[in-house]
């Protein structure tokens, strides 16, 4: 299994929901990370895990939580976001940092 | 925060005619890499090269890196309608993760 699997592909949501998004893998890569991406804009990195801790947070304000429960899961809880975080949240993996890294499909979150 | 800037920022040309991109970057690096993106989707990563290496080929690409000027191009010869995407470098180096430059979007005409 080569792919980086994202669910789901499509999530609307008001600024009082409470949602997951969910990245897996199954390649055995010990990095992964989440990436939002605004329309024609380049991916801009939110978190880092390594061997499933929290390496990086670019200052990503709270109302996103990842959580990396395994090494071939990984999900980003939201909470109380706002219309400016609607984007496309890419997820990605590599076998350890500064390797390729190999990105899912993408969720298309749009907050009302 | 963007590391790379790239350009042009689009381009267009006709099936069959090569596509060259540029890369600059800010920082002392360790790898640069390119990927690939279609619409919408998720991105398609390319070729990597590191700090040491001057060029590399896969296919009908290939890549330079001139860490003296702090750039890259990358350079897609006898174009496709399917090459048509938008086309990022990407940086990482001491104590960085990767960071991605804003891009360039290819459109290739049939």
């Known amino acids: 299994d080569t792919e980086v699997t994202q669910t789901p592909k499509h999530l609307v949501m008001g600024m009082t929901n409470k949602k997951s998004l969910k990245c897996e893998q199954h390649?055995?890569?010990?990095?992964m990370y989440w990436y939002k991406q605004k329309a024609k804009k380049p991916p801009e990195l939110m978190f880092v895990y390594s061997y499933e801790k929290l390496s990086i947070n670019e200052s990503v304000p709270s109302r996103f939580s990842p959580e990396c429960p395994n090494s071939s899961l990984l999900n980003l809880h939201l909470h109380a976001l706002q219309p400016e975080d609607s984007a496309l949240y890419l997820c990605?993996?590599?076998?350890?940092?500064?390797?390729?890294?190999?990105f899912g499909p993408g969720t298309r979150l749009t907050v009302l | 925060s963007q590391q790379g800037e790239e350009d042009p920022q689009a381009l267009s040309i006709q099936e069959g005619e090569n596509a060259t991109m540029n890369c600059s970057y800010k920082t002392s690096i360790n790898n640069l890499q390119w990927y690939r993106q279609n619409s919408g989707r998720g991105l398609v990563h390319l070729i990597l090269?590191?700090?040491?290496?001057r060029e590399k080929h896969s296919g009908r690409l290939r890549v330079t890196l001139d860490t003296s000027k702090k750039s890259s191009s990358l350079l897609i010869t006898a174009s496709r309608a399917a090459d048509t995407a938008s086309y990022f470098c990407a940086t990482d180096g001491a104590g960085q993760d990767m960071r991605f430059g804003a891009g360039t979007r290819l459109t290739v005409k049939p």
């Open positions: 990605a993996s590599s076998p350890l940092s500064g390797n390729e890294q190999f």
């Open positions: 390649m055995g890569h010990r990095a």
């Open positions: 090269i590191r700090s040491n290496e």
